[in-house]
């Protein structure tokens, strides 16, 4: 019989129980389920029991085995941290575009001079897959240190069939070798690389006709993403493809109005995207339309706050009913950081989203726009038992001790990974020639 540990006695545990079907909406997203005094029995690689300590002493009592325990005193528990929207899977860094940006170069204007993604595109063309690994298995180190035991990865940065099936099985092997759990998305169309830059429609059509079935009879990712966005990819190129996908089995993403309003919003309502991501310019018919049709606004404001600019207005979505998620975006270029703890501050010191708000958005919300729903997000007995510790007497010192990194204990899957703050294994200690600390 598989020992029983005992996560005894936290000052709250966050618990964010009962949406598991559904994502939280409207005033049910300030719902987060706190039990003061709380403590947790895990079993194996699940959660056993939650609820209050006095109940859980009660449920040790009727249980036979070992009984590992962990003092929770002082601390707070919290579902492991879910983010729904990386770009994980990269070679290279792009640190010069900052001093271009602080000097007045937009995004855009470096993307269209051939750098930005396209900069990013040509070194991780160039690495090779174990190069890749290297430099994202220290993301994902990073990110278990902040608490996040599940993200989301998309491809992009190949745009060229070997090259995007590259990032999606290197994605695919951290999954595999790496505690955090890894969710894979193609976005062949997040730029149109230079060999296209005079016909984008061939380039369209090659994601559709040609990558997006050799992804899917490789089973490389869940989810199809698309760059809609002026001077990136139209509105109907980015329909037909979402649509190509979803006739493979991808369930549409969309990266909608984040630099100009472009009905990307709309678009996600209109094909049934599973979310839509950024929405920095969303338009009021597109937030009513996305709520109508229950797609998730995966919003990012990180990236706002990196590329100096206004981020999404979490509170009109919050009022029109849309299910709201919160992401790091981890990218090299608008949102090179892997702490969703800080992101949770911008959500709430930038868009006025409560700590409640906040937590629901960043564990069971952030776990429907990745279809885990049913597995993680929440503290309940039956999901998997990946779990936060955070050294805080209460959840709103989360969101008041802004840019300050909290997580004490992380658990993945019933097993400690993060103890004092301090990863257990590091992963990959090797140092790669390419390898650079973005
Ligand atoms: N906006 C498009 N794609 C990424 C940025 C990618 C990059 O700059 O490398 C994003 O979500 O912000
Ligand atoms: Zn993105």
Known sequence: MAELLYLKEAEQVVTVAGASDKPKVGEDLSEIGVI??????????????????????????????????????????????????????????????????????????????????????????????????????????????????????????????????????????????????????????????????????????????????????????????????????????????????????????????????????????????????????????????MAEAGVIAVLLPGTAFFLMTEPANARAMIEAGVPVALSTDRNPGSSPTESLPFIMNLACLTMKMTPEEVLAASTINAAHAIGRAKDIGSIEAGKNADLVLFDAPNYQTLQYNYAVNRVDTVMKAGKIVVEGGVLLEKTDNQRCSLATED
């Open 36 to 289: 003061e005094r709380g403590s947790v029995i895990v079993e194996g690689e699940k959660i056993a029991f939650a609820g209050t300590d006095a109940d859980a002493r009660h449920y040790l009592q009727k249980r036979s085995g070992k009984v590992k325990t962990i003092e929770a005193t002082g601390k707070i528990l919290t579902p492991g941290l879910v983010d729904p929207h990386t770009h994980l899977v990269f070679a290279g860094s792009r640190e010069q575009e900052l001093t271009m940006r602080l000097k007045g170069k937009s995004y855009m204007s470096i993307l269209q001079a051939g750098g930005g993604i396209l900069s990013t595109t040509k070194s991780t063309r160039a690495a090779t897959a174990d190069q890749l690994a290297h430099e994202s298995r220290l993301r994902l180190d990073r990110f278990l240190q902040h608490g996040v035991t599940t993200v989301e990865a998309k491809s992009g940065y190949g745009l060229a069939t070997d090259a995007e099936l590259k990032q999606l099985r290197v994605a695919q092997q951290l999954n595999n070798e790496h505690p955090v759990d890894v969710v894979s998305t193609f976005m062949g169309a997040h730029a149109i690389p230079p060999e296209w830059k005079q016909d984008p429609d061939g380039f369209v059509q090659l994601v559709a006709e040609e990558m997006i079935p050799q992804v899917a009879a490789e089973n490389l990712a869940e989810f199809c993403d698309v760059f809609c966005e002026e001077g990136v990819f139209t509105v109907a190129q980015s329909q037909y493809i979402l649509e190509e996908g979803k006739k493979h089995g991808l369930k549409p993403k969309i990266h909608a109005d984040e630099l100009v309003s472009f009905g990307g919003a709309e678009l996600a309502a209109k094909v049934g995207a599973v979310s839509a991501d950024h929405l920095l310019k969303a338009s009021p018919t597109g937030i009513e339309q």
